[in-house]
């Protein structure tokens, strides 16, 4: 187990912001887990569990304890017939490649959530979604070390407690608890159905598309993302920095009315961020040297921010131009290591 002294946390995050971690461990054994949870209990520091850093904000101050960055691999054919596919993957997986494996045997569930960038442990952790599909709707189960009770354990879908971009692993009082190992889903031999998200329903249009199998919208998807979001490896970025706007019955008929666009899915009613931001008329925008994605405005890019002190400022601004013209107060959806 090689543990890394004073390593700046800008160079473990695709925002590439933040001061010094005081210690990094690269978890690329099980073994690793306990052991580097029993370093950090020695020196008496806090533990922040990283997987590719590709939703996570690095803070000026750094981080006064020990950063373990999930590097377990492997994936497993649980069990394959010719209704369901279970396959098991270790959190250090690359999600997509996850995703990739999946759609090559034909089964649906996780493909519209295609070129998400990211780890298979992390997944769960914000429970990941897009195009209409979420993370809750095929986990089955995850194995996860609890370091209160210093072992690896089993926690069921249901214990999860998932909701729009929250679980036990980001919210509430165990939210720093688990390391996750592994993650279970269950996926379906079927074909999605349009009509779909407007972005990727705009794309089947104007290619004349009529193949839905999880290959083909997998490859409808990474394009259309693509052609909108940053590649993070290229323009540091976050992914979506904004959440959703959820809107009661009553608040949605009244935003309708208003003129704001609000679409419903499984009973709710939301209106997207990005919408919003540019409606309040900051797409393209750079604010203290946060750029406003001119493709999708739910996006930040960091052109020549060099602290977290801009990138505060510019979240400050963006969110009051959102209140002072539609009254909804934004929410960042990049979680940061404090």
């Not at 950063?67 to 690359?94: P, R």
């Amino acid at each position: 187990m090689k543990i890394r002294e004073n390593v700046p946390i800008s160079t473990l995050t695709t925002m590439r912001l933040g001061g010094d971690a005081r210690f990094v461990i690269d978890i690329e054994k099980v073994d690793d887990i306990s052991e580097a949870y029993e370093f950090a209990q020695d020196k008496n520091l806090p533990v922040y569990v990283l997987g590719e850093g590709a939703n996570t904000i690095g803070r000026d101050e750094g981080f006064t304890g020990v950063i373990l960055v999930n590097k377990l691999k492997g994936i497993e054919v649980l069990s394959e017939d010719s209704s369901a596919l279970v396959i098991k993957g270790m959190g250090g997986e690359i999600w997509d490649d996850f995703v990739e494996l999946a759609c090559k045997k034909g089964y649906s569930g996780i493909e519209a959530m295609s070129a998400i960038p990211g780890t298979l442990g992390a997944a769960p952790v914000q429970n990941i979604g897009a195009y209409g599909q979420e993370m809750s709707q095929t986990i089955v189960e995850v194995e996860a070390f609890d370091s209160l009770l210093n072992e690896i354990r089993t926690i069921k879908k249901e214990e999860m407690g998932l909701s729009y971009r929250k679980s036990i692993f980001n919210s509430g009082k165990d939210a720093e608890r688990y390391f996750i190992v592994s993650v279970t889903v269950k996926l379906e031999r079927k074909e999605l159905k349009p009509p779909f998200y407007t972005s990727l329903q705009r794309y089947i249009e104007e290619h004349n598309e009529t193949d839905f199998s999880p290959n083909n919208i997998r490859k409808m998807v990474t394009a259309v993302r693509a052609g909108k979001l940053p590649d993070p490896k290229i323009e540091a970025s976050a992914g979506s920095f904004f959440k959703n706007v959820y809107l009661s019955d009553e608040e949605a008929e009244e935003a309708k009315k208003n003129g704001i666009l609000v679409w419903r899915e499984d009973g709710k009613n939301i209106v997207n961020s990005g919408w919003l931001i540019e409606e309040a008329g900051l797409k393209g925008k750079t604010l203290h040297g946060m750029r406003v994605s001119d493709k999708a405005s739910l996006i930040l890019i960091n052109d020549a921010a060099k602290s977290y002190a801009d990138l505060a400022a510019a979240r400050a601004e963006i969110i009051k131009a959102v209140k002072d013209k539609f009254g909804y107060t934004l929410e960042q959806e990049p979680v940061e290591i404090a």
